[in-house]
């Protein structure tokens, strides 16, 4: 096995996560101490506003470069500060890092021939998948091999290069009683369906955090509706809520993927910037859970329950909304003994083994590639 440190920055752009994990990519073994390093407010501003540009920019952009640096200091400082953490309470170094970087934007090829996932034609161009962050700083920092660049592989052999972490929930779940749909919250969210014979079925569910986050930005000026508190002052706007619903990603088969942004057009044009602040959160509430709802229609068999990990399980509104829209019981991951807050970079640390040990990423069901691939690269000293 070795000792590895997952780094994930997700689309909420509210800081790194950092966890330990003993792992040889197919088992988990010991799980060390997490943390959390916010990013200052300057830096994730910057970063907000690196994904609203990130399709006129080339990758020498000063602009870019100037963040990328930023944000791979940051990813080191979690690294020395969790390796300490460990040292102190395991009495144990790191061999690898996994380090997912910042997606800052993501055009995978549609799975439709001539439709992106909203069903709208699109030339069929090459697809693309961005996440930026510098290995090779990092891996000279830290003094450790890296493993980075976890999706492009993926997508340039046709896949939806996301989402990646399904096969380290279904190692993790290895003994729970399936079929089980695990719920990433972030700011998009993700599922992934764990049928009986461990078949693997993952994909992105629709907006989560993310729209609801800016949300509540703008009206309150807090980065996030903090414990839901805004959306339960307001009701769900039918009409609002009925033109978002006929958003033809909700019924697109999967495999599916989406950007951080994608679901910002239909929202201004399904009429949410008129609501006020309450009704505006409950209703992005509501849609976050009738995109869950949605996806569970594309599930081969009914799960015997969900598990719910990432930011939007501590919201209480879109835990009481989850629990109305499905029809099985829906629970944070912490019942199953896991942490909901590192999951993400916990995986990225199983994935890193994965890309060492050249084990496949991505899977049929997973990507929609054709077969399981391998991906990811390898910096630093060798291992
Ligand atoms: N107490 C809370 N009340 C309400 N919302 C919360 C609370 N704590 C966290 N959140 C939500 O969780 C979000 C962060 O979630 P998380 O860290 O899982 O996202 P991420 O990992 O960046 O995203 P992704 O999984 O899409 O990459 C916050 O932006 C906020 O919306
Ligand atoms: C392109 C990209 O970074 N996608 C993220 C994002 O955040 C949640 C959802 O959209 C998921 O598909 C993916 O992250 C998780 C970690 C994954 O790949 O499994």
Not at 294 to 308: E, I, M, Y
């Amino acid at each position: 096995m070795l000792r590895t440190i997952g780094l994930m920055s997700g689309t909420s752009l509210d800081g790194v996560d950092a966890a330990w994990v003993e792992t040889d990519g197919e088992r988990i073994g010991r799980i060390g101490p997490t943390l959390t390093l916010p990013y200052a407010p300057a830096l994730r501003r910057d970063l907000r506003r690196l994904l609203d540009i990130a399709g006129e920019i080339g990758p020498q952009d000063g602009f870019l470069a100037g963040c990328v640096a930023r944000l791979t200091e940051r990813h080191a400082e979690a690294v020395e500060m969790l390796r300490e953490q460990v040292w102190e309470s395991l009495r144990e170094d790191t061999d690898l890092l996994g380090f997912h970087g910042q997606t800052i934007l993501h055009r995978p090829l549609p799975a439709v021939r001539g439709r992106n996932a909203a069903g709208e034609a699109v030339l069929r161009e090459g697809g693309r998948t961005w996440q930026v962050g510098d290995a090779v700083l990092l891996a000279r920092r830290s003094g450790l091999s890296v493993a980075h660049d976890f999706r492009s592989a993926d997508v340039a052999a046709g896949g939806q290069g996301a989402p990646l972490v399904p096969v380290v929930h279904a190692a993790m779940a290895a003994a729970l009683p399936k079929p089980l749909a695990v719920l990433n919250l972030g700011g998009v969210g993700n599922v992934t369906w764990i049928g009986e014979d461990g078949a693997l079925l993952a994909f992105d569910t629709g907006p989560a955090n993310g729209p609801l986050d800016d949300w509540a930005r703008r009206a309150t000026g807090a980065d996030y509706d903090m414990d839901g508190r805004l959306a339960l002052a307001g009701q769900p706007d039918g009409v609002v809520l009925g033109r978002l619903l006929a958003h033809p990603y909700l019924e697109a088969p999967p495999p599916k993927s989406l950007d951080r942004l994608d679901f910002d057009r239909a929202l201004r044009e399904a009429g949410a910037d008129a609501l006020s602040p309450p009704d505006g959160a409950a209703t992005l509430v509501a849609f976050c859970a009738a995109c869950v709802a949605a996806a569970a229609r594309h599930f081969p068999a009914p799960p015997l329950q969900w598990l719910v990990g990432g930011g939007g399980r501590r919201n209480p509104a879109v835990m009481r909304a989850l629990a109305g829209a499905l029809e099985q019981p829906v629970h944070p991951v912490e019942v199953a003994g896991w942490n909901g807050d590192a999951l993400e970079a916990q995986a990225f640390g199983v994935l890193a083994v994965r890309v060492a040990r050249r084990l496949p990423l991505t899977f049929p069901g997973t990507t929609g590639v054709e077969a399981p691939m391998t991906g990811g690269r390898l910096v630093g000293p060798l291992l």
